[in-house]
């Protein structure tokens, strides 16, 4: 069995700040890739940003330079931090990761944590 669980989200006002968490549990040998997604009503869920699990970021245009992710791999825990919110992030925030398994190498996906900026 494993888990990922996010938290952190929430309604916060345009300009202001959230940090989401996203901590995976369960029988996991290591993990390899993390990263977070989102995906507002009606759209396609999108990729915010990923980190490798040497540290090795990658962010969306849309949040580069207000978002930013991190990962502390002893508590198997990624996080996002936004700052400068606006309107248009408001979506639902998924976290994903790639963990190896006995065996295998599978993708998990959280169950989504909501945020919300007003104007």
């Known amino acids: 069995q494993v888990q990922l669980v996010e938290s952190g989200g929430g309604l916060v006002q345009t300009g202001g700040s959230l940090r989401l968490s996203c901590a995976a549990s369960g029988s996991i040998v290591s993990i390899k890739a993390m990263g977070w997604y989102r995906q507002a009503p009606g759209t396609q869920r999108d990729m915010v940003a990923t980190i490798t699990s040497d540290g090795i970021t990658n962010v969306a245009d849309s949040v580069k330079g207000r978002f930013t992710i991190s990962r502390d791999n002893a508590k198997n825990t990624v996080y996002l931090q936004m700052t400068s919110l606006k309107p248009e992030d408001t979506a639902k925030y998924y976290c994903?990761?790639?963990?190896?398994?006995?065996?295998?190498?599978?993708?998990?996906w959280g169950q989504g944590t909501q945020v919300t900026v007003s104007s």
């Open positions: 994903a990761a790639n963990l190896v398994r006995l065996g295998y190498i599978a993708k998990y």
